[in-house]
């Protein structure tokens, strides 16, 4: 019957074992009372009692009821373990075999192991039988220790970052990927923990070596920025290239803006067009508008128009002025889409209001020149458009920006002869009868 594993907090007995006054120890645990736990097991362990110093090894290994101490921990775990207690065989076998307060010793692992596999533990023979169990790298991640990460990150969404952390530590010793990532993070920010970029990019690059791609995309983005380690955009280039090919779309995008910006590399756009391409569809937004402007200049690909204006629009209705502005201008001249000026003036009015300094002037120049050519009719269906697609292409209206663009489409409504209801910059059923009826004529 087993008890307690290195690979998770510990696994509850359907049933207790026969032992005495260590059962009550047991229990305590099993109520999560580690400190009554603890001064059960305390003097029984002192006085040889096998199962209570198996239980001491678990305390200190987790941190409960005691300061982590993973020397202590496998002490206990040593000393069961040599009166034929197959848990805690299982134990040592796996703290030699990831160097785990006791050297690293793959002979002394795979000795205690084969042990308490002998002695009918199952996990011990699942361990023996895994491919590659004890290679120092491509380990396989257990059922438990899968668990206990579950365990650690429901912890890190609730802030418990005490809890997270003293999880993710022995995961990663154990040299889980996702551990050791996921604490790579806890450093990076500082949650829980003194912020340690040095040691959050280690971290990530124990994570990334293994192949995982979070890792990966970290180690590249610290490379980028020069945290943690020496800015390298060669490096970074490397890490985040691995992780584009697995398919992050935050990765893809930045192997295309490394190879179309040349930073420290040799600027190639074919190869920034095709990472952009990648993540643009994936619905990356920033993606979208590059690939956009390679397609219009004919950079890195043949030039496309019509595609271009594709583009342009996904990341327009996703609120990227500057796509805003370039679909506005397309509209204006007829280049790629049909022309038409009213479209223009609704996509310049969004870009009036959304974008930095220079385009918004940009913008409301665009906007007034187009219009003094504009018939009232087509000023107002530019209204409409503009708060159209500002509402539906991200999720509604309810803020300063919407009002103003809600104002101003009553105002164009109520001079078509409609009723708008209230002009007060609410989208009321009144507005929007208005505005359908508007567009349906």
């Known amino acids: ?72 921990a496998a ?40 042990s308490a596999a002998a002695l009918g533990q199952a996990e011990a023979q699942r361990w023996l039988d895994g491919p590659g169990v004890f290679a ?55 949650l829980g923990v003194a912020e340690d970029q040095a040691r959050a990019a280690k971290l990530f690059r124990d994570a990334a070596a293994q192949g995982f791609g979070g890792g990966q995309v970290n180690l590249g ?3 980028l920025s020069g945290r943690g380690v020496a800015r390298d955009h060669g490096a970074a280039l490397h890490w985040l290239t691995r992780a584009a090919k697995q398919g992050f779309v935050d990765a893809q995008y930045r192997v ?23 993540a643009a569809d994936q619905g990356h937004v920033k993606a979208q508008y590059n690939l956009a402007v390679l397609l219009d200049t004919g950079q890195g690909v043949r030039k496309d128009q019509r595609a271009a204006a594709e583009w342009y629009r996904k990341a327009a209705l996703k609120r990227i002025a500057d796509a805003q502005y370039n679909i506005g201008a397309m509209h204006l001249t007829g280049e790629g889409v ?11 009015s969004l870009a009036s209001y959304l974008g930095n300094t220079a385009v918004r002037n940009r913008a409301i120049a665009m906007r007034a020149d187009v219009e003094k050519g504009l018939s009232p009719n087509d000023l107002t269906r530019g209204r409409v458009l503009a708060y ?49 009826t508007f567009m349906g004529d």
Not at 19 to 41: C, E, K, V
Not at 149 to 175: H, I, R, S, V
Not at 339 to 348: G, M, R, S, T, Y
Request: hydrophobic content about 45%.
């Open 338 to 348: 049909k022309k038409d000026p009213a479209q223009a003036h609704a996509w310049f």
């Open 221 to 223: 983005v610290m490379y």
């Open 388 to 436: 159209r697609w500002f509402a539906t292409g991200s999720g509604g209206a309810s803020s300063k920006v919407g009002r103003a663009l809600v104002l101003s489409m009553q105002v164009a409504l109520a001079s078509e002869g409609l009723d708008p209801g209230p002009i007060d910059g609410v989208m009321g059923p009144r507005t929007r009868a208005a505005a359908k």
């Open 75 to 114: 002490e206990w775990f040593r000393r069961a373990a040599e009166q034929g207690e197959a848990d805690a065989q299982y134990n040592l076998g796996l703290m030699h075999a990831y160097g785990l307060g006791v050297e690293r010793d793959q002979a002394a692992a795979r000795k205690w192991i084969a």
């Open 256 to 278: 295309g803006l490394l190879h179309a910006t040349g930073e420290q590399i040799k600027p190639n756009y074919v190869e920034a067009a095709k990472w952009y391409r990648k």
């Open 1 to 72: 019957m087993g008890k307690y594993f290195l690979a998770m907090a510990i696994l509850i007995c359907a049933s207790l074992p026969a032992w005495a006054d260590s059962g009550r120890g047991l229990l305590a645990y099993q109520r999560g009372d580690f400190t009554s736990a603890l001064h059960i097991w305390r003097p029984l362990a002192a006085r040889g009692d096998a199962p209570a110093q198996l239980g001491m090894g678990v305390l200190y290994y987790n941190g409960q009821g005691v300061a982590v101490d993973l020397g202590l």
């Open 136 to 190: 120092a790298s491509g380990q396989q991640d257990t059922p438990q220790m899968l668990r206990r990460y579950d365990m650690a990150l429901k912890a890190f969404d609730a802030e418990d970052y005490e809890t997270a952390l003293a999880n993710w530590k022995q995961l990663a010793a154990l040299g889980m990927a996702r551990a050791q990532n996921s604490l790579g993070v806890m450093y990076d920010q500082g």
